[in-house]
């Protein structure tokens, strides 16, 4: 049963901290978008990547978020200071390209304090 | 332009009742219409889509009911049941794109 993967699945931290989020996509799949989840905003495209390469990161506060994939099993999203306004869930999906269907991960659910 | 906007923010039915739950566009470059459910805790999954040359799509108890004339999509739940409680997303993407644009999402309960 694929399915897309995220750790860690909860994060406590303290403003000014660096945050460090992981997702592994589905074998297979080539295009991975990480999603920010809150009850104000609903859900937010941070970024997403065709073949690992960034191709929209504009949904993202430039200055202290960073999204990478080193490789096709791993995407990154690290926020770098925290600040108590990130407290939300960050979800992961992955999906083929131009292949419709997005499959999400679990979410982490970071709070900032 | 790129906004879906999604109606009602939240819901109540009695199990056995028909949930509709809308969404309206602006962008009629948007060519595939998916609706997303969501469980506390859980990420989003696929529930049912559909693209803008047909008028309905059915799947079980579920229903997408499409008018492009309005720019209007819409889910129907019939026979609602207390296992169908939880978050809707519809969605819209555009032709060739990766992309999808989120409503804001709508609350279910369903109570027995």
């Known amino acids: 049963d694929a399915r897309v993967t995220q750790t860690p699945r909860d994060k406590v931290t303290e403003m000014g901290q660096e945050v460090t989020m992981r997702c592994q996509p589905i074998l297979g799949h080539n295009t991975v978008f990480w999603y920010r989840q809150t009850m104000m905003q609903g859900l937010e495209l941070l970024a997403y990547?065709?073949?690992?390469?960034?191709?929209?990161d504009s949904g993202m506060p430039k200055d202290r978020f960073s999204a990478e994939m080193p490789d096709a099993t791993l995407a990154t999203l690290k926020i770098q200071p925290s600040e108590p306004r990130d407290s939300a869930v960050y979800f992961c999906?992955?999906?083929?390209?131009?292949?419709?269907?997005?499959?999400f991960g679990p979410g982490t659910r970071l709070l900032v304090l | 332009q790129q906004q879906v906007k999604q109606s009602p923010q939240s819901l109540i039915v009695q199990k056995g009742g028909i949930s509709i739950i809308n969404c309206a566009y602006e962008n009629t470059a948007f060519d595939y219409f998916p609706w997303y459910q969501q469980f506390p805790g859980k990420g989003p999954a696929l529930l049912i889509a559909?693209?803008?040359?047909?008028s309905e799509k059915k799947e079980g108890r579920f229903t997408i009911s499409f008018n492009k004339s309005a720019k209007q999509f819409s889910l129907h739940i019939m026979d609602s049941q207390p296992g169908d409680s939880a978050t809707y997303f519809c969605a819209a993407s555009l032709y060739n794109t990766d992309k999808l644009i989120f409503g804001t999402g709508t609350r279910l309960q369903v109570f027995p």
């Open positions: 999906a992955s999906g083929t390209v131009l292949g419709e269907t997005q499959y």
């Open positions: 990547f065709r073949n690992r390469a960034p191709l929209d």
């Open positions: 559909i693209r803008p040359d047909v």
